[in-house]
């Protein structure tokens, strides 16, 4: 009897991972990000893994690294003696997921963030740790957040314009996943601007498995110049990954981002139909989980609806390149790292429609209460729906010009050499004279340093041109990269001589803040707005 009822059982566990089995090959798989909470009623990871409705979970985020930072929102609060999450809920929620069939990835940046690697070395070494951490490794002196639990890969959903180190990174992974007893999976969630300034070398050198682009908060969205054209040109003939799965990325409800939602199930399903003639096709990604699952059209969740769309309109894939063009004339320009840094400069190609990232170098003069010479602020360049980074120093008559890498900031004192570093926070030299940066923490919030800081100033004085409508307060023509906000709290920046207007995320607006001795202008929560006028 217990011989019949063992065998029953096994036979039974076997059907039921057949029948929930996960093929990446698939052209109708959806994934879902989870963890942020961005409709503020999100349900725990397993309880939306029981929908049969979605393929792939992205737990979001690892939102600190190489020194290690989680962040689920309302999903965990728990944590290690050092201030490391320890999240035994999540944990078990992934092995209910994975016995659903369904792949969970844990997934590296996000918007907001401190993040980055000093070169190759750092990236390699970061890999170990997050296999020893979420993976199979064996380094029992390691805190395992999920305990036991092990997640089925990483995803790169790197935005703060520093690509530095990822492909290496990723190289290292797949050398530990072959020491794994399953099979694991590499993605990365670009912007539809191509390439991507943060993981287009990830992608142009990397083997990936997953791209979830971010048809959203850009120019490019499904219902502007859609470009997928271009993403299926780099499947087919630069990524090192011929099968890669290209994903066409939603927000999941009108309330998920500030652009590129789509109502109009007939409309996406004409659209998928289309692009899926791609063998590089994958399915539909979603931002997030919170919102695709509450947001009902006619009593239907959006997730149910993507799927719908997917088993229905999506084609076999035999043909190689889809037939979707872009609404405006493709563009190539050529951006030429000028950064005296550690590392080679290198010069990236960007090809796709004029809102791209330019190398342009402005330079502004902000007056100092604590000190008796002009304050000299370096912009580098930026791309749409980023900060912008600025070193600040006493010494106007010295200056040195970044692309590329704004996450790096350099600070001249006039004797010292030029140097980089991978930085999150840098303060000037023997002043108290503030600098900007590319990249802020989830937590805390940024708040400012002193009601009469000089940091607090500028932000003050900035914030009060944007309402005026004055953006950078200078004439047209401005300077191309530059950025502001206008005096409708939206993101602006400069392309050919003109402000180009883009919408914040959902409870964000566009404004400068300061934090510590750091001025930020960007996209950031309305709550906190009046505290830097």
Known sequence: MYSTISSFALL????????????????????????QNSAGDQESLATYCLSNDADIFLLSFIYEFPSLGLNFANACTNTFSDGLLHCPEIAQDIKTCQSLGKKVLLSMGGASG????????????????????????????????????????FDFDIENNNGIGYAA????????????????????????PYPDVSVGDLLANSDVDFAFIQFYNNYCNVDKQFNWDTWADFAAN???????????????????????????????????????????????????????????????????????????????GSLVSSTVSSAAPSTSTEVQSTATTSSPAESIVITSSPIESSTATSSTTISSATTSAPVLVETTTVTPMTTTTSTVTANPSTSASQTNTPHQTTTLDGSSQVTSAPVITTQASNTAVPTERTTTTIVPSPSATQPGSVAHIIAQEMNARYAAGQFDGKELPCIDGSIA?????????????????????????????????????????????????
């Open 114 to 153: 401190a993040y980055g690697f000093s070169g190759d070395a750092q990236a390699e070494e970061f890999a170990t740790t997050l296999w020893n951490t979420f993976g199979e490794g064996n380094d029992s002196s390691v805190e395992r957040p999920f305990d036991d639990a092990i997640v089925d890969g």
């Open 12 to 35: 039974f566990t076997f059907l039921i991972s057949l029948v929930f089995a996960f093929d990446a090959d698939s052209n109708k798989n959806v994934a879902v990000y989870w963890g």
């Open 169 to 192: 990174l990723v190289s290292k992974l797949r050398t530990l996943f072959e020491e794994g007893s399953k099979r694991y999976y590499i993605s990365a969630a670009p912007q539809c």
């Open 485 to 533: 906000c206008s005096s409708d709290g939206s993101f602006a920046i400069c392309n050919y001589g003109e402000w180009v207007i883009m919408e914040c995320a959902a409870g964000t607006t566009c404004y400068a803040f300061d934090q510590d001795d750091t001025v930020t202008t960007g996209c950031n929560f309305i709550s906190l707005r009046d505290n830097f006028f």
């Open 238 to 316: 630069i990524s090192p990954n011929p099968n890669i799965k290209l994903y066409l990325g939603l927000p999941g409800s009108a309330t998920a981002a500030g652009s590129g939602y789509v109502s109009d199930m007939s409309s996406l399903a004409s659209v998928v139909e289309s692009i899926s003639t791609s063998s590089n096709f994958g399915g539909i990604s979603l931002w997030d989980a919170s919102q695709a699952f509450s947001n009902k059209i006619d009593g239907i969740s959006y997730v149910e609806e993507m799927k719908n769309i997917l088993n229905d309109n999506a084609n076999s």
